[in-house]
């Protein structure tokens, strides 16, 4: 499957934004989508991840409270609602996809990458 992300941009810390992920080339149903990020000098890690009916869900411990995945099946879309932004969520964020059913935080788990969408939050 063909992904690419997009929302990403400039805010404030203590505002929002939301993330899109739009899937395209297979069944977007039957995918895990996660959400990763990576900052400047550090390793990629992950933010996020849904199950197919998104039933299921992971977060990180950064975001959890803040934070809020979803996905739209029927328009082949996944979402990153961030709010609370801290400086330290600055990062390039990537979607993922994953055949398998449990929505993991390993990245090697996942099988297709979109693009990244660059967030940079100022204080």
């Known amino acids: 499957v063909q992904l690419q992300a997009s929302g990403g941009g400039l805010v404030q810390a203590g505002g929002s934004l939301r993330l899109s992920c739009a899937a395209s080339?297979?069944?977007?149903?039957?995918?895990?989508i996660g959400w990763f990020r990576q900052a400047p000098g550090k390793e990629r890690e992950a933010v996020a991840a849904?199950?197919?009916?998104?039933?299921?869900?992971y977060y990180a411990d950064s975001v959890k409270g803040r934070f809020t995945i979803s996905r739209d099946n029927a328009k082949n879309m996944a979402y990153l609602q961030m709010n609370s932004l801290k400086v330290e969520d600055t990062a390039v964020y990537y979607c993922?996809?994953?055949?398998?059913?449990?929505?993991?935080?390993?990245?090697?788990?996942?099988?297709?990458w979109g693009q990244g969408t660059q967030v940079t939050v100022s204080s």
């Open positions: 993922a996809a994953r055949l398998g059913k449990r929505p993991s935080d390993v990245e090697y788990d996942y099988e297709d």
């Open positions: 849904i199950s197919w009916g998104g039933g299921s869900t």
């Open positions: 080339g297979r069944t977007f149903a039957i995918y895990t």
